[in-house]
């Protein structure tokens, strides 16, 4: 079946470090890409979003890059802090079933 | 500015039951959806509503069913409970029909017993 996967459900890194995680879909109709950061006890929180007719958007620390050609997402977290602990997801919006999130990744920050 | 309500924060039922979870949407948003998060997983999305009606559903039995207020808030039934149905249930609030300037609730953890 169709989803939305992530190619890692762990991700560890050193604090002060650039951090890159990686999301796979298969819906080329996918119009819509959010990620997504989720604490412990706490509802997903936006970071950034891209349309299919952007290839790269950047915001605050974040980046994301998309590649339509081979179906792939990926958020980049420049100099990575303690509070970017988290569970990281994308989500794809197919138009009239709402999001499609992935599994997510859990982002963990080594002192 | 408060962003989106939800209440209860936790509940225990007992398989067979029916539960009523509630939400409110973020001050200026129209539009209630709701997902099912299992633990471990990203969210699943339920149902959507806007001025009072299901506009778009997943794959979900009819067993979940939900309703929107004039005041734009929102309730999730969920009928005959049973222990897959353990999980996070979010809402999210957005100003029109589409996943555009989601934002999501904190959510309601919801254990079957």
């Known amino acids: 079946g169709e989803s939305v996967g992530l190619h890692l459900p762990t991700l560890s890194v050193q604090e002060g470090d650039n951090s890159i995680i990686n999301c796979a879909y298969s819906n080329s109709a996918s119009d819509y890409f959010i990620w997504y950061k989720q604490e412990s006890g706490k509802g997903p929180q936006f970071i950034i979003d891209?349309?299919?007719?952007?290839d790269k958007r950047q915001g605050q620390r974040v980046t994301v890059l998309l590649n339509k050609t081979v179906k792939h997402l990926s958020l980049q977290i420049a100099a990575t802090q303690p509070g970017d602990s988290a569970v990281y997801f994308c989500?794809?919006?197919?138009?009239?079933?709402?999001?499609?999130f992935g599994k997510g990744t859990h982002l963990i920050i080594q002192p | 500015d408060a962003g989106v309500t939800q209440s209860p924060t936790h509940l225990i039922k007992t398989r067979g039951q029916q539960v009523t979870l509630r939400c409110s949407p973020k001050?200026?948003?129209?539009?209630v959806s709701w997902y099912q998060q299992a633990l471990g997983q990203g969210p699943q999305f339920i149902f959507q509503y806007y001025e009072e009606e299901e506009r778009q559903r997943g794959n979900f039995p009819d067993r979940f069913s939900g309703h929107q207020f004039p005041n734009y808030s929102s309730e999730l039934n969920v009928n005959a409970l049973w222990l897959g149905d353990s999980a996070l249930y979010l809402c999210?609030?957005?100003?029109?029909?589409?996943?555009?300037?989601?934002?999501f609730g904190s959510g309601t953890r919801l254990t079957v017993v």
């Open positions: 001050s200026g948003h129209d539009t």
């Open positions: 999210a609030s957005s100003g029109d029909r589409g996943p555009y300037g989601y934002t």
């Open positions: 891209i349309r299919s007719n952007m």
């Open positions: 989500a794809e919006n197919r138009g009239a079933d709402g999001l499609t």
